[in-house]
């Protein structure tokens, strides 16, 4: 970061960003920070340099250089539109005012654009060898091609993306796995991240390691899958393979960079709030039958609705990879019904009963979702029930948790004929555990009549059938309900 304003000595010093020299007596920031991880020597920039490199803490060194200097007002003015822009990039993208993100872009001294480039992926998560090497082969992670300024910008997997700043605005995203690395799951969420932003299709740039010569066709396949399956649909995402970063391979990026840059487009803006963007995500996803997505996504809305304070703002921190500030009363409604919509698809049951349960709990007038809710749950609890899906009836034998779930969601809210689905499963059950899950289930379910029911149910049971001895103990349980229900009534 920049630390100083001060007048330069002597013309020996050269600008870190630009590499010309500073002449004596000229305005100069002085740098003071880290790189990979170690604190640097002090280094110098122009002036003008150190206001593209970094806005903010060249703001504050200027208010305490109070020398007067020929530019001085008019890059008093540059810096205050910067400063106030990347302020307001911090919003989300709903509540921006375009007004205030309107600045003139940074070049560098020959006038190229500069703009920004994000790296993430397995080639640049924490430590990786790649990483260190962008750091040797380039000074401040910056590579020029005849057209454009190239700034990287290292997105290690799991952390929040850096600040925007609308002068230097990101033109590419690349996505950089090790060929035959398998995405792991933060991976993928950058990549949602980015989609969510509105970034044009990442470049696959690809980085073999030392024994493999290239990385196969199928692996190629695979990346570009993935970019269809987080929302990257259509446009073809340009492939470059490196070894290692050097000047070479940095310098074709960046001729792959100026290429794309000018014919893809970024996808549009969704401008809606971003919780009803998340709960509309979650219907897209549920129509698409987008499993492992639409998960994702019921579980974002979850911590959403739980992590969201009184006044429903949600701390940046929390969730720093979703740009979701602010639950509104009418957000969690429609995340509640994105959820009912999600149980529909049984892979994503438990994210589903999760979700629709605490924004029930959380709802200040929850009738309308329970009367939209009735029939899925209902159907879902058919389903769960329904004779053997193999996996579903080894889920229930194993885990009744999901059954437990949904029945105390349905008890909870007095759901019609919720009883039903679990009388018919017990007389149509085997003779195992799986019996006696089913009974604790109606047992948790509080309903009087049903009770009786299967009480009679049991009573009718031929002597000697199994089942008689695996429902000893719901038997008693039915006894003593009933009883203290008959003293009740005396
Ligand atoms: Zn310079």
């Known amino acids: 970061m920049i630390t100083q304003i001060e007048r330069s000595p002597s013309g020996r010093a050269r600008c870190r960003r630009c590499n010309e020299p500073i002449a ?3 305005v100069r920031a002085v740098f003071n920070g880290t790189v990979m991880g170690v604190e640097a020597s002090e280094s110098f920039l122009h002036f003008r340099c150190a206001i593209d490199v970094d806005a903010v803490s060249t703001e504050a060194a200027l208010a305490l250089f109070d020398e007067p200097f020929d530019e001085r007002a008019e890059l008093t003015d540059v810096l205050r539109q910067r400063t106030r822009a990347i302020a307001e990039c911090k919003k989300p993208v709903a509540e921006r005012d375009p007004e205030r993100m309107r600045v003139e872009g940074a070049r560098d001294p020959s006038g ?8 993430a992926g397995s080639a640049f998560s924490w430590g990786t060898l790649p990483s260190f090497e962008l750091d040797r082969v380039t000074k401040d992670r910056t590579f ?11 997105q290690y997997t799991g952390i929040a993306d850096a600040d925007e700043d609308p002068s230097q605005p990101v033109i590419a995203a690349v996505f950089a796995p090790f ?10 969420l950058k990549l949602t991240s980015w989609r969510d932003r509105a970034l044009p299709t990442p470049l696959l ?9 290239a990385p196969k066709d199928e692996q190629i396949q695979g990346l570009r899958a993935l970019l269809d399956d987080v929302g990257y649909v259509g446009d073809e995402a340009t492939v470059c393979v490196a070894r290692g970063v050097n000047g070479s391979t940095l310098a074709a990026l960046a001729a792959a960079l100026d290429e794309s840059v000018e014919t893809i487009t970024p996808p549009k803006v969704d401008a809606r709030p971003s919780d009803l963007k998340l709960a509309a995500k979650i219907e897209a996803l549920v129509a698409d039958r987008a499993e492992s997505n639409a998960r994702q996504a019921l579980t974002h809305g979850l911590l959403a609705v739980r992590l969201a304070k009184k006044n ?5 921190s929390v969730l720093p990879h979703l740009d979701l500030r602010k639950l509104s009363p009418a957000g969690r409604d429609a995340l509640g019904r994105a959820a009912v919509s999600a149980l529909a698809m ?7 009963i999760a979700l629709l349960t605490l924004t029930l709990a959380k709802s200040e007038d929850p009738e309308p979702l329970v009367a939209s809710a009735t029939a899925p749950i209902l159907a879902a609890l058919t389903r769960l029930l329904a004779k053997p899906s193999k996996t579903l009836s080894d889920h229930r034998l194993k885990d009744p948790k999901r059954l437990k779930a949904l029945t105390s969601l349905a008890c909870a809210h007095q759901i019609k004929g919720r009883t039903a689905p679990l009388l018919v499963a017990i007389a149509d059950g085997r003779a195992d555990r799986s019996l006696t899950t089913l009974a604790t289930a109606l047992l948790a379910a509080k309903a009087p009549r049903a009770e009786e029911r299967l009480l009679r149910w049991i009573d009718g049971l031929a002597e000697g059938d199994p089942r008689v001895t695996l429902l000893a103990a719901t038997r008693r349980t039915l006894m003593t309900r009933a009883k203290r229900r008959a003293a009740k009534r005396a």
């Open 24 to 26: 004596k007596g000229a």
């Open 112 to 119: 190229r654009p500069r703009v920004r480039v994000l790296l």
């Open 144 to 154: 020029r091609s005849s057209k454009r300024e190239y700034q990287f910008v290292v």
């Open 179 to 188: 060929a035959g690395a398998k995405v792991m799951n933060n991976q993928r």
């Open 205 to 213: 740039w690809v980085f073999t390691r030392a024994a493999q010569t």
């Open 312 to 316: 429903g703002a949600i701390a940046a």
């Open 346 to 352: 049984d892979n994503c049951l438990d994210e589903a």
